[in-house]
C-alpha cells in the first residue's frame, strides 16, 4: 500500500514537472511570433523589395510579370494594376494568400505586404 502511495507521488511530480515544462515552451513560441502593427508605416525599399529579392525573384525576372526585380518592381506592380485598393483583393496580396504562391511568405510577412498595399502602395 505504501509502496502505491509512493508510485503515485513519483508520477504526479513528473506530471507536474512536464507541465511546467510544455507551459514554458508555449510561452517561448508565442514570443517568437512576430507581431505587425498596422498603424506602422511599411517602407517600401526597406520592408517589401527585400521580401521579393528573398523570395520571389528567382522566378519573376524579366520574363514573368509582375518583374520583381529591385529598380524594376515598383513600376511593374503599379503599372500592371497589382496593387490597387481595396487591398485583401488586390492581385498581389490574392495572389501571395492562395494557391501556388501560398506558402512563399510567411504570415506577418504577408501582412506587411497588405499594410503596405492599404498605406498606398508608395515609393518610400
Ligand atoms: C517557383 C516560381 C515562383 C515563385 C518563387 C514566385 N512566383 Fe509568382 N508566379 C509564378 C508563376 C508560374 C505564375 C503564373 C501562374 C500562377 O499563378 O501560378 C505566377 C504568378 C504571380 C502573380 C500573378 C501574375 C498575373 O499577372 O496574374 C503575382 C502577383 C505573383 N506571381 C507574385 C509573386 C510574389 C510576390 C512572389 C514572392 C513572394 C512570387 N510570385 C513567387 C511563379 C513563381
Redesign the pocket.
Known sequence: MKSTRKTIGTCLSLLSVLLIFLTASCEDYRYKVEEVDPDAVVSFDTVIQP??TS??I???GAI???D?RQGKSYESLTK?G?VTLPAGTS??YS??TS???IS??DDPEKLKVLYWIEQGAQDN
Open positions: 521580401l521579393f523570395n520571389c528567382s522566378c519573376h514573368r510579370n509582375p520583381l500592371g497589382y492581385k498581389l495572389t501571395i494557391g501556388s504562391h512563399y511568405l
